[in-house]
């Protein structure tokens, strides 16, 4: 995929196994109060994305209003999509206090818009999980299926 000529057209969906929706659930949770975050790597075709690893990060912020990635643990994260030949889909971090929506912090911070930025609330007592694609501030919300998978 042509990563200049990916359009924000709203057909975007990100695909994400149960097992990986319920560890980002479990890690949120164990890290709060502060924000968790993390990159996702996988397979891209057009605007369809499957999640294939999710990588918990540390926030080296430690606060619950916003995160910053250790850059040791990015790094090795990206070489090990590397060794198995997938690309960098993106990234997701917790609102452990807010809707999941990106606020003004996550629209200013968010510099890549061939990523998804997705965000789980833990807000209220079910997590809401969302994913978006941001540029030039402007949000779009893409599509998030949660595949079941067969035991």
Known sequence: MNRQNVRL???EMIFLKQ??????????EKNLPEESCGL?????????????????????????????M????????????????????GNFHSHPLS???PS???????FDPDVSY???????KKPELKSFRIKEKTVHEEKVEILQ???
């Open 99 to 101: 809707p999941a929506h």
């Open 9 to 11: 057209k709203g057909d």
């Open 118 to 124: 997705l965000i789980l609330s833990l807000a209220q």
């Open 19 to 28: 097992s990986d929706y319920d560890e980002i659930v479990r890690y949120a």
């Open 70 to 89: 250790k850059p040791e643990e990015q790094f090795s994260a990206v070489r090990d999509m590397r060794k198995f030949g997938w690309k960098l889909l």
């Open 104 to 110: 003004q912090e996550d629209k200013r911070l968010a």
């Open 40 to 68: 996702l790597g996988g397979i891209a075709d057009s605007d369809k994305f499957w999640v294939k690893k999710v990588y918990f990060l540390t926030n080296t912020d430690h606060n619950s209003e916003h995160f910053s």
């Open 149 to 151: 998978e067969e035991s």
